[in-house]
């Protein structure tokens, strides 16, 4: 069974950038697709990009396209997500989760990363 943790989260004025981590153990994070969702206060979880076994396909959900960016190092059985020129908007809790091939949902949450943009 994968285990995620994500890091890399803190407190950035508007324009600022950010690095998040995904770490994973258990099994080989090259199985799996990865995604990237995040949660603000009172709004409903959304998935903002996901990155699939290949590496070479990507989806970024339209309010973040252009700024962040995913990305894994399978050697380092990492998975990441630049984000760049952050707005206030962008202030939730940020989770990284995988997707087994045969399987169409997400999964193995971790605990998540704080993303906090001040104005």
């Known amino acids: 069974q994968v285990r995620l943790v994500e890091s890399g989260g803190g407190s950035v004025q508007a324009g600022g950038s950010l690095r998040l981590s995904c770490r994973a153990s258990g099994r080989p994070l090259s199985s799996y697709a990865v995604a990237w969702f995040r949660q603000a206060p009172g709004k409903e979880r959304e998935k903002v990009a996901v990155i699939d076994l290949s590496g070479r396909n990507t989806y970024y959900e339209d309010s973040v396209k252009g700024r962040f960016t995913i990305s894994r190092d399978i050697y380092g059985n990492t998975a990441y997500l630049q984000l760049n020129n952050l707005k206030p908007e962008d202030t939730a809790v940020y989770f990284c989760?995988?997707?087994?091939?045969?399987?169409?949902?997400?999964?193995?949450w971790g605990q998540g990363t704080q993303v906090t943009v001040s104005s």
């Open positions: 989760a995988v997707r087994p091939p045969n399987s169409s949902d997400f999964g193995a």
